[in-house]
């Protein structure tokens, strides 16, 4: 995972001690690199992170789930609504998984051109 990846995951709150960072920084950097992976999220992003780190797609989608939750409970409202603005579900104020890394991705992008 390169720098830029580990800086934004620190700064949205995932901390590298849980399973999920690795998935979740891996996600982001393909998604990053070839935005169209997030519309087949289970077999274009999901499937080759579990092959890597040699486990289920499910667990990958669980991992990233209870991360992307634990980084809710500990942002800000206001960075919150800055970085993820409109994918916020109504219903649990969180965003999907594919919005979450997809958002993650686009503000990768802004850290990559500085």
């Not at 849980?18 to 499937?47: F, N, S, W």
Request: proline residues 4%.
């Amino acid at each position: 995972m390169d720098k830029a990846t580990k800086e934004l995951l620190k700064l949205v709150g995932i901390p590298q001690s849980i399973r999920g960072h690795a998935y979740i920084g891996q996600a982001v950097e393909m998604v990053h690199k070839e935005p169209c992976l997030i519309h087949d999220v289970i077999k274009k992003v999901y499937t080759p992170v579990a092959t890597r780190f040699d486990v289920s797609w499910k667990r990958v989608e669980r991992a990233i789930r209870s991360a992307k939750e634990s980084c809710f409970d500990n942002l800000s409202e206001d960075l919150v609504r800055e970085i993820f603005g409109n994918t916020i579900n109504p219903n649990n104020g969180i965003p999907t998984n594919a919005h979450f890394i997809a958002a993650l991705a686009d503000l990768l992008e802004g850290k990559t051109d500085e």
